[in-house]
Nanobody, 116 residues
Framework: QLQLVESGGGLVQPGGSLTLSCAAS????????IGWFRQAPGKEREGVSC????????NYADSVKGRFTISRDNAKNTFFLQMNSLKPEDTAIYYC?????????WGQGTQVTVSS
């Protein structure tokens, strides 16, 4: 059973940086697309970024382009979301997701709070 464990969330001041990690166990990620989503209080979950199985293709929500970077380390079965120039509106619970042949696996979520 594929399981995902996120880490790296926390409280950061506006303009600061955080790196989220999502470590997978139970299956190798090499062949699957992966992504990050977030859900702010009172809002629907939204896609933040995704990366292809090879890492050669990435996509970002307009709201995070130029500030966030998604990456993956297939050897370590882990993927990352580097978040720079954080804004209060980035405050949300962040979730990682693996698309395993149209079956989705989610992490438990990690809280990111951007506040002074």
């Amino acid at each position: 059973q594929l399981q995902l464990v996120e880490s790296g969330g926390g409280l950061v001041q506006p303009g600061g940086s955080l790196t989220l990690s999502c470590a997978a166990s139970g299956a190798a990620l090499d062949y699957y697309g992966i992504g990050w989503f977030r859900q702010a209080p009172g809002k629907e979950r939204e896609g933040v970024s995704c990366i292809s199985s090879s890492g050669g293709s990435t996509n970002y929500a307009d709201s995070v382009k130029g500030r966030f970077t998604i990456s993956r380390d297939n050897a370590k079965n882990t993927f990352f979301l580097q978040m720079n120039s954080l804004k209060p509106e980035d405050t949300a619970i962040y979730y990682c997701r693996v698309d395993r042949y149209n079956v989705y696996y989610w992490g438990q979520g990690t809280q990111v709070t951007v506040s002074s």
